[in-house]
């Protein structure tokens, strides 16, 4: 047993880990904010896209029926226009041979620039009560409408009854309209429409409230005399005939250009304007009745409006255009700013949206394929591996070399060592001592006297990071094969002449074991446990059936000294040191295969701060790993091959399939809030259930008791979500460039050799 201990002072400096790691903590946070921000960010564009479509906060609408003892008589007998001056509410009748022509529900991008045009071709003039939430995905219709000297009024943001709505939602409703329509044309509005609304006579004791108090804010209810009931789609004729008012009565006429299939309304309007200009009558807007009816009171009326009859569009000139829509306000200031803001965020939900459900589906059917490639190809491999007459070649004996680095791990070296004593097939260790502070090197050459194990070698060096320790410990092993662990694992008796034997292929240039979790009786040992049998092992199967294995895990994994030498050593390149050279190997040619009958336990994380911090180095890793590879997916034989199957097959299923999966969650979410509970209910339980399968599989195959799966299902509702996040933080550090060093993370040496082994 040989020692290599540089001279030190009494005062130690901080090591070149500390500093690059206390520096990239500092530079961790920001990313990780951001991360959690895309994460509301992408709820928030769903929860108001749920909102503009009547998903989120929907119409609780009570039957009609109720009584009306409440609302004035002369408000029930009235004309369909309601104003409030002092308090007092008044009715407004449509004179005689003239037409008021609404329209609600819009605006709809297919039908209403067809009602625009029709409008437009005969010179009538119409008023539009629109949802806010149209307004907000199609604000250039509602533009193109004022400009044509339309007028609009209010009918809602979500087409909800307020009648049964409380105060702060018809306030919600009414300002997030006139926002739409601030940010949409530049104006506000004084006309309201309610949903569901008729004549004035099917005003009730719950509408009446509502009508009193938006009166008292400005706002004229505008009911209607004649209803086409085009919305029930009984025919061009009919709708013409039900829009014709009886004799010579004018009327506030109901049509719609959006809620459904309109195909018949815009048939029938042209015929139905056509009858009625035969028969005499003048069309205007609502406020253009008014303006009638203001002049006919006198001059004070007059003085008060500006007076006038409405009779068309090009006649009258741009003054009585102006008095066309004299219910319309210029939107400025917060007003005007604030609605185009909400009309640029219902642009970006509108074209994110449904981005991301193409993106869902893509995901989807990516972890579907997934699965069912694993379960066929794992089966295969289990099938190839366990023939009786398979054989790697003539079995290996002959000594290796197993390399510890060991940075602080007074608590699991002597453990290690420990389980490397028991190895039943010959050995010697190098343990790399990489600049500890906590005496790990005096611990591991007294474990090893203990031990009576003579074939140790602990090697001191200054702090330089994993792959210096590893590169050292391959310069310092006197054997044509070394296998790599970590110093915080322990291998049973078996493990290393398992893991040697697939070297009696001389094309095989390195090996992955199988890791597992050795402190799994914790819930985040558990979720880690399923992780690693099911994620990681699972995968190797089919990666080594496909000759494209991404890594070699650094707690367990055997290398040809040669190979290791030609590819330059452990890469301080990436934080992904075991997939960087793993990628190398592919690349010289070298085979990579999996054994899954050599065995390491492992300690993983045990707080979810440390679980972040080691997920976030490997996922940032392979990115970092995959990027210097790059030039592999034009390279010829098996470097091109791994990097047209292997590589593509890594950036689907642990790049983008983990960054986008979140979707499924959060679609799932809130479907089950928004939409349908049961069915979303059902969906996830089914995916579920698939994982269960492809998890009992591995487990069966692993052979480890099944008990462990009854916390798959919080694994996915827990766990999986904050893998999604360090996969997002490292892609955000990716973007934004970073670098971190090995990072220790904090052990407790619970992992001893496994009861029953050895």
Not at 457 to 465: F, K, L, S
Not at 591 to 620: D, I, M, N
Not at 650 to 658: A, D, L, M, R, S
């Given at each position: ?8 002072g009494r ?24 991360a959690?921000?895309l994460?509301?960010?992408l709820?928030?564009v769903m ?15 009570v ?13 029930l007998n009235g ?7 002092g308090?007092?509410?008044?009715t407004?009748?449509?004179p ?6 609404t329209f609600?529900d ?7 620039p067809?009602?625009l045009?029709i ?24 533009k193109d409408?004022v ?19 409380s105060?702060?939602?018809?306030r919600r409703e009414?300002t ?5 329509l601030?940010g949409?044309?530049?104006i ?7 949903p ?14 509502v009508?009193?108090?938006l ?7 505008v009911?209607v005399?004649t209803?086409?009931?085009d ?6 004729s ?7 008012p ?7 006429v109901?049509?719609?250009d959006a ?5 018949q ?11 009625m200009k035969a028969?005499?009558?003048t069309?205007?807007?609502?406020s253009?009745?008014l ?8 001059p004070?009326?007059?003085q008060?409006?500006?007076?006038g ?5 090009q006649?009258?000139?741009?003054t ?12 400025t ?5 604030e ?21 869902l ?15 066929i ?23 290796v070399s197993v390399?510890?680095?060991a ?5 699991c ?8 004593a028991?190895?039943?097939?010959p050995?010697?260790v ?11 090197s005096?611990i591991?050459r ?18 330089a ?8 410990g ?9 296998v790599?662990m ?19 292929d ?8 199988n890791a597992?979790v ?7 040992g558990a ?19 496909l000759?494209?294995m991404?890594t ?7 290398f ?5 030498l ?5 890469s ?21 295969v999996y ?7 492992t300690?993983a ?16 890793g392979?990115?970092?790993?995959l ?5 592999s ?10 990097g ?7 950036v ?11 979707l ?19 969906a ?11 998890a009992a599989?591995a ?6 008791k ?8 919080l694994?996915?509702?827990a766990y ?23 990072q ?5 040496g619970?992992?001893?050799t ?5």
């Amino acid at each position: 047993m040989t020692t290599t201990t540089p001279s030190r002072g009494r005062r130690r400096a901080p090591t070149r880990m500390e500093r690059a790691a206390g520096k990239a903590a500092a530079l961790q946070k920001p990313r990780v904010i951001l991360a959690l921000l895309l994460l509301l960010g992408l709820t928030s564009v769903m929860l108001l896209d749920g909102y503009l479509r009547a998903e989120v906060g929907g119409d609780q609408r009570v039957r009609d029926g109720a009584s009306s003892s409440k609302v004035p008589d002369k408000i029930l007998n009235g004309g369909p226009i309601i104003s409030f001056r002092g308090g007092q509410a008044t009715t407004t009748s449509v004179p005689s041979k003239t037409i008021a022509l609404t329209f609600d529900d819009g605006p709809n991008p297919t039908y209403t620039p067809q009602v625009l045009e029709i409008l437009e071709k005969y010179d009538v003039p119409a008023t539009f009560f629109v949802v806010g939430s149209m307004v907000s995905r199609y604000p250039s219709i509602v533009k193109d409408m004022v400009e044509q000297g339309n007028e609009v009024g209010i009918h809602t943001f979500t087409h909800v009854d307020l009648s049964y709505q409380s105060d702060a939602r018809i306030r919600r409703e009414m300002t997030q309209t006139q926002l739409a329509l601030a940010g949409a044309a530049g104006i506000t509005t004084t006309l309201f429409r309610a949903p569901y609304s008729s004549e004035t006579d099917a005003i009730d004791n719950y509408s009446w409230p509502v009508y009193k108090k938006l009166g008292e804010e400005g706002y004229t209810s505008v009911f209607v005399d004649t209803d086409s009931d085009d919305w029930k789609k009984p025919g061009v004729s009919k709708i013409v005939k039900w829009a014709t008012p009886s004799g010579t009565s004018g009327a506030s006429v109901l049509m719609h250009d959006a809620g459904g299939d309109r195909e018949q309304t815009i048939k029938a309007l042209p015929e139905y304007i056509e009858k009625m200009k035969a028969q005499g009558y003048t069309f205007t807007t609502i406020s253009g009745v008014l303006e009638t009816q203001n002049a006919s009171n006198g001059p004070q009326g007059r003085q008060q409006t500006g007076g006038g009859n409405v009779t068309g569009r090009q006649s009258q000139g741009l003054t009585n255009a102006q008095r066309l829509q004299a219910a319309h306000r210029e939107a400025t200031g917060t007003t005007l700013y604030e609605g185009k803001a909400l009309v640029a965020a219902v642009a970006v939900a509108e074209l994110t949206v449904p981005t991301l459900s193409v993106g869902l589906v893509i995901v989807g059917v990516a972890v579907m394929g997934r699965f069912g490639m694993m379960l066929i190809l794992a089966r295969r491999h289990y099938g190839q591996r366990n023939k009786r007459r398979f054989t790697w070649g003539p079995t290996v004996t002959r000594p290796v070399s197993v390399i510890v680095p060991a940075y602080n791990e007074k608590e699991c070296i002597a453990n290690t060592l420990e389980s490397l004593a028991k190895s039943t097939h010959p050995i010697e260790v190098i343990v790399v001592d990489d600049g500890s502070s906590d005496g790990t090197s005096e611990i591991a050459r007294e474990a090893a006297r203990s031990l009576g194990m003579t074939n140790v070698r602990v090697i001191r060096q200054e702090n330089a990071g994993k792959p210096a320790a590893l590169n050292n410990g391959v310069r310092s092993a006197s054997h044509d094969i070394v296998v790599m662990m970590d110093g915080d694992t322990v291998f049973e008796p078996d493990t290393v002449r398992q893991l040697v034997q697939p070297f009696a292929d001389p094309e095989v240039g390195a090996v992955a074991g199988n890791a597992k979790v050795g402190n799994r009786d914790t819930v985040i040992g558990a979720w880690q446990h399923i992780e690693y049998v099911m994620g990681f092992n699972l995968d190797r199967r089919m990666y080594d059936l496909l000759r494209c294995m991404p890594t070699i895990p650094g707690a367990i994994g055997a290398f040809r000294r040669e190979a290791v030498l030609q590819v330059g050593g452990m890469s301080e390149d990436t934080l992904a040191e075991d997939t960087d050279i793993t990628i190398a190997m592919h690349r010289q040619g070298w085979r990579v295969v999996y054994q899954e009958h050599a065995r390491a336990w492992t300690e993983a994380p045990g707080s979810l701060k440390q679980l972040w911090s080691q997920r976030y180095r490997w996922s940032y890793g392979t990115m970092q790993a995959l990027w210097k590879h790059r030039k592999s997916l034009t390279d010829k034989g098996p470097s091109g091959r791994f990097g047209r199957v292997g590589m593509p097959l890594v950036v689907i299923f642990q790049i983008v399939t983990p960054v986008f999966a979140p979707l499924i969650d959060v679609f799932t979410a809130y479907s089950m809030i928004f939409v349908d509970f049961q069915a979303a209910l059902y969906a996830w339980l089914a995916v579920l259930g698939v994982q269960l399968v492809c998890a009992a599989y591995a487990f069966r195959l692993d052979k480890e008791k099944h008990r462990y799966l009854l916390m798959m299902p919080l694994q996915q509702l827990a766990y999986r979500q904050m893998m999604y996040l360090v996969l997002i933080h490292s892609c955000i550090t990716a973007l934004t460039g970073g670098r971190l060093r090995w990072q220790k993370l904090k052990r407790t040496g619970e992992v001893g050799t496994p009861a029953g082994v050895g």
